[in-house]
């Protein structure tokens, strides 16, 4: 005989009752708690194996601190440790490390425990660094009244005269001329104040000078520095022979020469021999620059992207806001007063530079550092340095030389504070 659908359901409700008489002594059904405490387990259940996965987890991406292969560890206080012949010295920052290890490696976090498993050495490190960030590829300028502009672009000018305590200089793209006080008036320019400090900047070349005295030739070409005028052109005489004069130099000559101009034939001064005078003094009408604010570069004299409008002229002083002369350190007092402000004005960061007397870094206070190698460059973690003439820096402070040498001396500067590990990239 085939069991009914209703002797199931019978069957079922009896055996709920006897369960409930068993486990709570009540077989009445007014209400069915073993149901509330069934999906309580199943609930406990399902929230156990959830932890249990998620330390599981934990544990395989975030394990124990082994430093077993470990070069540069840091602990718990932020000490900075680097390996050395199977033993760990403390070392003032990363940058020590890089050098010593010669590649530009990162710190790895461990524990005091597990560094007492290993042996203990001196400690090592340069005491001060440059931070490890690389700042931009700029332009490097020296800019009255003596600060280190690092600019994103450069309007070069190629003539300008200068005039500073040393005396009326010519220039000419990178390179100076001394020249007489009164060029400025005899060519019609005016003339810029600089400092010494500025000028030095440029190339020096010979003075521009008017000859003088025999020139060896019969006359009337025979009297060095005389002006010779044949029809529209003008010559002059020099010693071994005689040079056409055209544009400022022919300004320059005319208005300075002691000797009395006279008129030749051209044929007679043609037929003399070719010389140079006034060299460094160009030959042809050229545009001279008068820039307000002066900075000099490896191209001469240049004025930066952050001094010019949108239009590409220059800013007059007046033009340019007080906060962007604070910002690129250039403010100065009406009555000249002594320069206070900033002498390094650049990006964050530490900037590479290549200068003819080997490689720099510079931080960005300004501190300028000596680099040993261009092996040294790299396992510092800096690439492409920026080119820069020796003398447009040579006025920062110097921080030292950062060599592997260096780095290996034995340091009594080592810092346990909690943001070793932090200031280990830099220099504080």
Known sequence: MRTTGIQVSGYSFLLRRLELALVIGDPRMAHDPLRSQRRAVMVGVLISLLLAGAAVMMGLLRPQPNIDDAALVSDESGTLFVRLDDAFHPVTNVASAR??????????????EQLAKFPQADPVGIPVVPGLEQAPSRELLLCEPGVVL?????????????????????????????????????????GVPASDQLVGQLERKPDV????????????????????LADDRAFMATRGGVAELTGPQRALAEALSTVPPIPVNVADAVDQPSAG??????KEDVQWSAPEMLCAGQNGLGTPAELEDSTGNEKSAGAIEQDSLNELGLVRAVDQAPYEGPRYVAPRGTMPVATERGILLISDDGTRFSVGSQEDLTSLGFTDPTHAPWRVVSALPDGGLLSEDNARAISTTINTNETTADSAMGTR
């Not at 050098?99 to 005091?112: G, H």
Request: hydrophobic residues 45%.
């Open 99 to 112: 050098l010593i290890l010669r590649e530009p490696v990162q710190f790895q976090q461990s524990t005091a």
């Open 150 to 190: 690092a600019s994103t672009n450069v309007t070069w000018h190629e003539h300008a005269l200068l005039q500073a305590p040393s005396g009326t200089w010519l220039v000419v793209g990178k390179d100076r001329f001394l020249i007489d006080a009164r060029a400025p008036r005899a060519l019609g320019v005016t």
């Open 209 to 228: 000078v008017l000859p003088h005295g025999p020139s060896g030739l019969p006359a009337p070409f025979d009297v060095a520095g005389r002006v010779l």
């Open 277 to 282: 005078v006034l060299q460094g003094l160009p």
